[in-house]
């Protein structure tokens, strides 16, 4: 892939992948990081010949991006500001506040889902599983599986459409089909 395409991607998802980092880590400067490293990321395996070719990258960047923001929450990654220029990522303040009361309304809203429809839901939709691996991991079938996901978008589905409107959540991200 040209460089031309890498940089169109980096464009159209940055500040979607920053948004979903942020809900997951709960700070920008991890955030942040986590997205530079789902590009560099990104960055090799375009590169790389041998690897298996990426239907849409919009999809492998938003997991890979969430996954190392998780892994960094949970690493403790110090940011020094002091060796960090600020200058080049003005902080727009109105939107973090608005990035931290999703986040905060996130997190409620999952923690009010019943337990088995909120562990489906995040490794689905966060850890990025497949429903045959989420029915492996929670030991069920996936069947169940479907019926858990479903009561958890149906929860769900008023803060689904507040974050589409604010651009963190893509045109039929998050959405059931078939």
């Given at each position: ?37 789902a590009f560099i990321q990104c960055w090799r395996r375009m590169a790389d010949p041998r690897g298996a070719p990426v239907k849409h990258w919009g999809g492998w960047l938003a997991v890979t ?114």
């Amino acid at each position: 892939m040209s460089d031309d395409a890498f940089e169109s991607l980096y464009r159209t998802w940055y500040r979607t992948l920053v948004a979903k980092a942020f809900l997951v880590a709960g700070g920008r400067d991890v955030a942040e990081d986590a997205v530079q490293e789902a590009f560099i990321q990104c960055w090799r395996r375009m590169a790389d010949p041998r690897g298996a070719p990426v239907k849409h990258w919009g999809g492998w960047l938003a997991v890979t991006a969430v996954r190392e923001a998780l892994h960094r929450r949970n690493t403790d990654v110090v940011f020094d500001p002091a060796r960090h220029d600020s200058a080049a990522h003005a902080l727009d303040l109105a939107v973090e506040v608005q990035l931290k009361e999703v986040y905060r309304r996130a997190c409620a809203e999952m923690a009010g889902l019943r337990e088995r429809p909120r562990r489906a839901m995040a490794l689905r939709c966060i850890a990025g599983l497949n429903t045959a691996e989420v029915a492996q991991e929670m030991g069920i079938t996936q069947s169940t599986v479907r019926v858990h996901l479903a009561e958890a978008r149906r929860a769900l589905e008023p803060l689904r459409v507040e974050l589409r409107q604010m651009g963190i959540v893509t045109e039929g991200e998050g959405e059931h089909h078939g």
